[in-house]
């Protein structure tokens, strides 16, 4: 009956002390390699930043003037709409798709601006500058009366040039339009009568 010969010679010390070495160097390479692997999905400071509120002095801005502010790397739009431009909401209405914002009021329209210049102060009229068709940047149209690319009762508002989509002054996309909604309301609130803060709208 034949038997198997195994080879219990004993490991001597150097040998035993370089492969625990080797085994320590993989183990930490392959630790080290993980690291920054892992780190990739924190947010970044700057990713951070990016979606912080945004505090806006509007103490300045006169009637009919506009400025633009980046939130969340999107332009937001900030204007104090003119007597005139605030009548003229009321005159489009039968023009608009979706007049009372109803379409998507959740996603596009916070509760507070539901209302026919879809604002909380009826001056100050704020909004994503991006249109909702294929994300170009409207131009604004504040001058009424016919004018390339406008209907010949214009009242004033914004055109998308990439497609012709038209908005009022409340940002409300007319009917037969390729721009399927509203331009977006922000998160928005006043901390006082100069100030105001886009990206929150409650206070904590």
């Known amino acids: 009956m034949s038997e198997t010969l195994v080879d219990s010679q004993p490991i001597d010390s150097s040998k035993r002390t370089w492969l625990i070495a080797s085994s320590c160097a993989g183990a930490v390479g392959v630790g080290a390699a993980a690291i920054p692997f892992v780190s990739t999905f924190q947010p970044s400071e700057r990713a951070k930043a990016a979606g912080a509120a945004v505090e806006v002095d509007i103490g300045g801005l006169r009637p009919g003037e506009k400025m633009t502010v980046e939130w969340r790397g ?14 003229s909401l009321t005159t489009v209405t039968p023009q608009l798709a979706d007049p009372t914002s109803q379409r ?33 940047s409207p131009s604004d149209k504040f001058q009424p009366g016919p004018q390339a690319s406008l209907p010949d009762d214009w009242q004033g508002g ?16 007319f009917k037969n339009k390729p721009a399927p909604d509203n331009l977006e309301i922000p998160p928005h609130m006043y901390l006082s009568d100069s100030k105001l803060l886009i990206g929150e709208d409650k206070k904590a």
């Open 74 to 87: 999107k332009p937001v739009w900030v204007i104090r709409r003119t007597p005139e431009q605030l009548a």
């Open 158 to 173: 914004f055109l998308c040039p990439c497609h012709g989509s038209t908005f009022d002054f409340a940002g409300r996309v």
């Open 104 to 136: 998507k009021p959740s996603e596009l329209t916070p509760e507070y601006a539901r209302n026919e210049g879809r604002s909380i102060k009826p001056e100050f009229f704020i909004a994503v500058g991006i249109c909702t068709h294929l994300g170009c």
